[in-house]
Nanobody
Framework: QVQLVESGGGLVQAGGSRRLSCAAS???????????MGWYRQAPGKQRELVAA???????NYADSVKGRFTISRDNAKKMVYLQMNSLKPEDTAVYYC??????WGWGQGTQVTVSS
């Protein structure tokens, strides 16, 4: 069973930066490598949304709300996915999760990012 563990969240002032990490276990490197991975977020009272995605070949795609500020990357050898978040805004406050894009694995606990104004 695949397990996803997100880390790196915390409290940050508006305009600041944060780097999130996601470690996948319980799957082989070859399985991890072929999947499109994404970072999702869920703000209080809102649905979970996909904010960034990265293919096995490291092609990336971003939601309009984070384009130009967030950068997703991956290390297939380590089965890790990262999200570099710059120029953070209060509206980026949410619990952030990583998972496959499409038919997701089970969700991890997420990591809380709180951006103060």
């Amino acid at each position: 069973q695949v397990q996803l563990v997100e880390s790196g969240g915390g409290l940050v002032q508006a305009g600041g930066s944060r780097r999130l990490s996601c470690a996948a276990s319980g799957t082989s490197g070859s399985i991890f490598r072929i999947n499109v991975m994404g970072w999702y977020r869920q703000a209080p009272g809102k649905q979970r949304e996909l904010v960034a995605a990265i293919t096995s070949g490291s092609n990336t795609n971003y939601a309009d709300s984070v384009k130009g500020r967030f950068t997703i990357s991956r290390d297939n050898a380590k089965k890790m996915v990262y999200l570099q978040m710059n120029s953070l805004k209060p509206e980026d406050t949410a619990v952030y999760y990583c998972n496959k894009v499409g038919a997701q694995w089970g969700w991890g606990q997420g990591t809380q990012v709180t951006v103060s104004s």
